[in-house]
């Protein structure tokens, strides 16, 4: 009887993900004793990517999550205490709102998505982001807040154009 390993040696695609080198991935084992591909189906839009679980304090544990096609995070470099706490976040966009006097005031809007969250049932969500306030949009309002900033971006435009000439210096 031939012994056929039951792990399959994986090298991961994400780039943040270089402290594996290489991942022993567990793999299906036919009837009849044959190795087959990884025993996991992954959703469309989404990939398999590995995460670092466990407190800061000990070695923590690599497991493989799903992970949406638009998601930047390193889920090795940013590593979780529990599985439950991984989210997923999109390129952000942002705007920097810099008064003549007083601090900037950063604003970025990003994908993102916690799947362990009952109350968004794991979907995707828009996030806005106002200086470290953030407020999370499903599709219907995220385009209701995409509709109200044009007409804000208008009013700011139509009020910048009533201004008087700066002179040159």
Same mark, same amino acid.
């Given at each position: 009887?031939?012994?056929?390993?039951?792990?399959?040696?994986?090298?991961?695609? %994400?780039? *943040?993900?270089?402290?594996?080198?290489?991942?022993?991935?567990?793999?299906?084992?036919?009837?009849?004793?044959?190795?087959?591909?990884?025993?996991?189906?992954?959703?469309?839009?989404?990939?398999?990517?590995?995460?670092?679980?466990?407190?800061?304090?000990?070695?923590?544990?690599?497991?493989?999550?799903?992970?949406?096609?638009?998601?930047?995070?390193?889920?090795?470099?940013?590593?979780?205490?529990?599985?439950?706490?991984?989210? %997923?976040?999109?390129?952000? *966009?942002?705007?920097?709102?810099?008064?003549?006097?007083?601090?900037?005031?950063?604003?970025?809007?990003?994908?993102?998505?916690?799947?362990?969250?009952?109350?968004?049932?794991?979907?995707?969500?828009?996030?806005?982001?106002?200086?470290?306030?953030?407020?999370?949009?499903?599709?219907?309002? *995220?385009?209701?807040?995409?509709?109200?900033?044009?007409?804000?971006?208008?009013?700011?435009?139509?009020?910048?154009?009533?201004?008087?000439?700066?002179?040159?210096?």
């Amino acid at each position: 009887m031939s012994h056929l390993p039951t792990t399959s040696t994986a090298r991961s695609t %994400h780039p *943040a993900s270089a402290l594996l080198d290489e991942v022993q991935v567990p793999v299906a084992q036919s009837a009849a004793g044959t190795n087959n591909a990884p025993a996991v189906a992954v959703r469309p839009g989404y990939r398999l990517v590995p995460a670092l679980v466990g407190k800061s304090t000990e070695p923590g544990s690599i497991l493989y999550v799903e992970c949406p096609d638009w998601c930047v995070v390193d889920h090795v470099a940013d590593r979780n205490v529990f599985i439950q706490d991984i989210s %997923h976040q999109g390129e952000k *966009a942002t705007l920097s709102l810099t008064p003549t006097r007083g601090e900037q005031v950063p604003l970025e809007v990003y994908l993102s998505e916690w799947p362990a969250l009952a109350e968004d049932n794991g979907q995707p969500r828009l996030d806005v982001d106002i200086d470290s306030e953030v407020y999370s949009y499903g599709r219907t309002a *995220a385009m209701a807040l995409a509709d109200q900033m044009v007409a804000f971006a208008e009013d700011v435009r139509r009020l910048a154009e009533t201004l008087p000439e700066e002179a040159q210096a």
